[in-house]
Each structure stands twice: as structure tokens, then as C-alpha cells.
């Protein structure tokens, strides 16, 4: 039988001793998945898990444990002490306590959902696709999420929250001869009322409908518009390059840009921690710095970097609230903080997609591709596979795209090859909001 919980401030007080500084983070999760295959359920198992981290600093060096056996502290800081003879140099302090937004991210509507309320709608949505097309190989996922986090550390702060999470995943293959088609679908939020399970099937169902007809595409430099999911493609190799690690290694193409203009003054992006119910939301990071809304490019202009507390030090810099453990939920405990973005923020255009396509007299639309990071994010070249394209022309889509690449340079294309952003942006499972990016000369190879 293990023994009695060891209270985080007597576990500090002791290390305090011991050390030039110290940290510990908390976490408590019960997540209940859910989880239908080829349509019938499939299996409901709640697991939960309860973890302590020790982040401590020793004659100037990081030290790192994790523990889940919250009764016995021997090893937890035996561990923390001997890493801390070969770790990092720690060129920061622990922060104390500051003034935070408010931001909420506890819903007890999410608390009070069981597995039925979660077989339900899983099997709304099952059936709700099954009516479209019987032959479908369905695979829907449902998760509810409790999280409780406390950190402290040895110059006096201390954080304890509350979290929820509800998150839903739908896939849907069709296999037909020569020819195999998987859309899928997710997104997550802390709020109940954001999960909407039937708009969801709808909106896969209409890409089903769309990818119907398969047509061929030339091989050319042409208009592309990144949607959706598809977005992530421009998306992923910004982030890299604002990330204030690679910044100061020197390996972004970002460095010394700081207030230059790289890119089209239409274009801005925006990193919010501070957005109510949003997954990526939080008053604190994983470290104890206050998150914020923060303009990362204004108008095609450099204006922040995303930094930690160890990287902030190093880049004499201030930290941005973007120090977080490994995943946002369940089980981020077991590595210490790194720069992570909260959620991606790129303010819409003033012109419909429709009225965008009409002006183009081809067009192909990128709605999801096979994996990111194809090419070198380092340097802002892409090159995907397109997994879920369409081909429009004149305005009117006229079928799917198969065995099809596209490639460019993201800060190219954007500085100088925007056509236009949609008037409506869209939530992109639940960690970016954007609207429909309209590029010229990308370059799109098919077989």
C-alpha cells in the first residue's frame, strides 16, 4: 500500500535546502475515450493518472525527475540531484507569482458527462453517416478529459487550476477499385457547447460528396488555396521559424528580422493563450509566466519571437508564456517545459471563397495532405502530398485530385504571391484559427 501524499510545500521546503532553485508541477488526470470501428463501438476504458515533476537548479545546472508514486519523494529528488550533475546549464530563475488573465478552461458541463452521454453521440454520428453511405468504414473517437494542475516553486509562486477537455475525431474510407479515400474530421475544446458532433459528419459528408469525381491535373506552377487542415502546410514552418530556440541557434531564416517586413501586409498571425475554452488556453504556462495575445507578424511585419524561461535567458529576451509540457493534456508531466505555441490566430480577408474562386480561372484547393514537415521547415519550403484536394475552375468545383504534390517556399509565397484570405476564418482541430489562404505559383506535380 503506498503511503500518504507528500505535500508539494513540504517536498519544496526540503529541496530548497538543497538547491539554488526549484520547481514542482502536479498533474492529476481521469480521461474517459471512447471509441467506435467500423462503426460499432469499439471499446470505453477510463484511465487516469496522477504524476509530480522536479525541475531544480544545482551549481547553475538543470536537474529533471518525474514521479507517479506521490507518497515516496526519496528518488524523485535522489534523481533531480545526480541529473543535475550533467544537465544544462540554467541561465534563468524561477519566476514568482505575477498578475495573469483571467481565462476560463473548466466547463462542468464536460465534468458531468459519463460514457453513455459519449456512446450517444457517438453513435448519432455513426448513424448520421451510415445514412449517406452504408459502406463506409467509420471510426469515430470521443474523449473527456479532467485535468488538475498545481506548480510551485521556491520563489513563491504557487498555481493550482482546474481544466476540462472534450475532443472528437471522425473518420470516414471509402474503398472503391483503383481508389481509396479516407476524410477526417476532429476538434477539440474545453467547453461542451463548442463540440457540435452532427455539423461535424456534415461537413464530412459533403467532402465525400465532392470527391466523388476524380480529375486529372496538369503538372504546373499554379493558384492553390490551403483550407482547413490544409492551412497547417503554411502554418507549420512559421511556427518553426518564430520559435525563439531556433532563433538563437541561428538556424531560423527569422533571425535578425525583428520589425522587417517578410511578408504581405495582409497577412498577420497571432499566437492567444488567453482565448476562454480554447484546448491551448491557460493564465499560466507550464513554468508560471503568464500567457498573452501577442502579435507574432503584424501586417507582414516580425514583431515576436516565442520564448521559454531557459531560452529567453539565453536570447536576452523576455519569456512569452509558451513554456509547456509535452501535450496540453494527460501526462505532460514526464518532460520538462519547451516552447510551444497556444493557439494560431491569422485574421481573415474581406472576400468570400466564393467570390476568390471566381476569379480564378483554376484553381486547385488543399484541404488536408499526408503528414507536415515535408521539405525543410527550416528553411519555409514545403513539399506534401495532397491527401483531400479539389480542382475548381471558373469558380465551380468540378472533382477530387489523386497522386498529386505541391511544393514552394512559405515565405515566398507569401510575400509575394498572395491572392487572398477568405472572409471566414475556421477552427482547425481546436488549435488554429484561420480562413482559406488563396496563393499564386505553387508548384503542383501529379502522376
Known amino acids: ?26 498533474l492529476h488526470t481521469v480521461e474517459l475515450p471512447v471509441r467506435f470501428r467500423a462503426g460499432a463501438l469499439e471499446s470505453v476504458k477510463a484511465v487516469e493518472t496522477a504524476g509530480r515533476a522536479l525541475r531544480l537548479i544545482k551549481d547553475g545546472r538543470l536537474g529533471f525527475s518525474t514521479t507517479t508514486d506521490l507518497g515516496d519523494d526519496t528518488y524523485l529528488v535522489q534523481n533531480a540531484l545526480e541529473s543535475a550533475q550533467y544537465g544544462d546549464p540554467a541561465p534563468f530563475r524561477f519566476p514568482a507569482q505575477q498578475p495573469a488573465p483571467t481565462v476560463q478552461c473548466f466547463d462542468p458541463q464536460v465534468e458531468q458527462m459519463d460514457e453513455q452521454n459519449l456512446i450517444a453521440l457517438g453513435e448519432q454520428i455513426v448513424e448520421r453517416i451510415k445514412a449517406y453511405d452504408a459502406t463506409l468504414q467509420i ?6 478529459e479532467l485535468e488538475e494542475v498545481s506548480l510551485c516553486n521556491t520563489s513563491g509562486l504557487a498555481l493550482t487550476s482546474r481544466r476540462t477537455l472534450l475532443s472528437l475525431s471522425v473518420s470516414a474510407t471509402r474503398a472503391r477499385e483503383g ?43 499554379m493558384p492553390v488555396i490551403f483550407r482547413g487542415p490544409g492551412v497547417l502546410v503554411l502554418l507549420f514552418p512559421f511556427m518553426v521559424g518564430l520559435d525563439g530556440r531556433n532563433v538563437f541557434l541561428g538556424v531560423s531564416p527569422l533571425r535578425g528580422k ?5 511578408c504581405d501586409e495582409r497577412f ?19 513554468e508560471g509566466v503568464p500567457t498573452k495575445r501577442k502579435f507574432l507578424i503584424e501586417r507582414g511585419v516580425v514583431k515576436q519571437f516565442l520564448y521559454d524561461l531557459k531560452t529567453a535567458a539565453l536570447a536576452h529576451a523576455q519569456p512569452t508564456g509558451n513554456g509547456f509540457k509535452a501535450g496540453f493534456m494527460g501526462g505532460g508531466f514526464r518532460r520538462p517545459p519547451t516552447i510551444s505555441s497556444t493557439s494560431g490566430i491569422i485574421p481573415p480577408g ?7 474562386l471566381k476569379d480564378l480561372d483554376e484553381a486547385l484547393i488543399v484541404e488536408d495532405v499526408m503528414g507536415l514537415g515535408g521539405g525543410n521547415p527550416l ?16 469558380g465551380e468545383i468540378i472533382g477530387r485530385v489523386k497522386n498529386t504534390m505541391i511544393a514552394g517556399n512559405v515565405y515566398d509565397l507569401l510575400k509575394d504571391r498572395l491572392i487572398a484570405l477568405s472572409d471566414r476564418p475556421e477552427w ?3 488549435f488554429a484559427h484561420a480562413p482559406a489562404i488563396a496563393l499564386d505559383g505553387v508548384s503542383v506535380a501529379s502522376k
Open 1 to 26: 500500500m503506498k503511503s500518504q501524499k507528500i505535500r508539494t510545500e513540504d517536498l519544496l521546503e526540503k529541496i530548497a535546502k538543497q538547491t539554488d532553485g526549484a520547481e514542482i508541477y502536479e
Open 139 to 144: 471510426e469515430v473517437g470521443l474523449s473527456k
Open 179 to 221: 481508389d481509396i479515400l479516407t476524410i477526417f474530421e476532429a476538434t477539440s475544446w474545453r467547453h461542451a457547447k463548442e463540440i457540435d458532433g452532427l455539423a461535424l459528419a456534415e461537413r464530412l459528408i459533403e467532402r465525400l460528396r465532392l470527391a466523388e469525381r476524380i480529375v486529372p491535373i496538369q503538372t504546373k506552377a
Open 258 to 262: 525583428l520589425d522587417q517586413k517578410i
Open 268 to 286: 498577420s498571425l497571432i499566437d492567444d493563450g488567453t482565448l476562454d475554452f480554447a484546448p491551448r488556453s491557460a493564465p499560466y504556462d507550464d
Open 350 to 356: 474581406d472576400r468570400t471563397l466564393t467570390q476568390i
Open 379 to 394: 528553411t519555409g519550403e514545403f513539399s506534401n502530398t495532397v491527401s483531400v484536394g479539389f480542382l475548381a475552375r471558373k
Open 428 to 430: 482547425i482541430f481546436g
